[in-house]
């Protein structure tokens, strides 16, 4: 489980900026909605003790709050926000990466069949994958004391019409 995290730490160039986070999804079932993970020196009981990297708190609220409202926003406005907590896990723990702030967003349970659903859904991925983008984004804007700039999103519904001789 560290070696993820360890690997992104041989990645990172000294005083680049990074950040470190992992999608994932959670069980046993019967469970709906999303949380995320810093890490604390806790087992995963639900309960929030912050020891990580730096930084991966902050960076964890920017992703989470983003994730669950992009999916309220375009699948389910009654979402479940299971909240911010910490735990033990290997892949978030800073003695296998103390480079970056790290976080483990569980989005989804694959063992409760609507949220299953959803996880082979292409369109659900591609919005919650816009929801982590726009939560790092919002993350590097704070902490640099910027206003966030984004990529524009696909088009929709684009039409290209004639307007006249040679003109569209």
């Known amino acids: 489980v560290s070696t993820r995290s360890r690997f992104a730490a041989w990645l990172n160039e000294e005083g680049e900026d990074a950040v470190f ?3 994932h999804t959670n069980a046993p079932n019967p469970g709906r909605g999303t949380s995320t993970y810093v890490y604390g ?6 309960s929030y003790n912050f020891t990580g990297a730096d930084g991966s708190d902050l960076l964890a609220e920017s992703v989470h709050n983003s994730v669950v409202e ?7 406005p009654g979402w479940k926000d299971r909240g911010i907590r910490s735990a033990w896990f290997g892949e978030v723990n800073p003695s296998h990466n103390d480079e970056m702030p790290s976080i483990l967003v569980e989005v989804g349970f694959h063992d409760t069949e609507d949220d299953a659903v959803l996880l082979r859904e292409p ?3 591609k919005t919650v994958a816009r929801g982590f983008y726009e939560g790092v984004v ?4 704070s902490r640099d004391g910027t206003t966030p700039r984004f990529l524009p999103d696909v ?3 684009l039409r290209v019409g004639q307007v006249g001789s040679g003109k569209v």
């Open 21 to 23: 986070v992992s999608w």
């Open 70 to 76: 992009s999916i309220r926003a375009e699948f389910d």
């Open 123 to 125: 369109r659900f991925r």
């Open 138 to 141: 919002r993350y590097f804007a």
């Open 41 to 46: 020196p806790n087992s995963p009981d639900g």
């Open 155 to 157: 088009p929709r519904n």
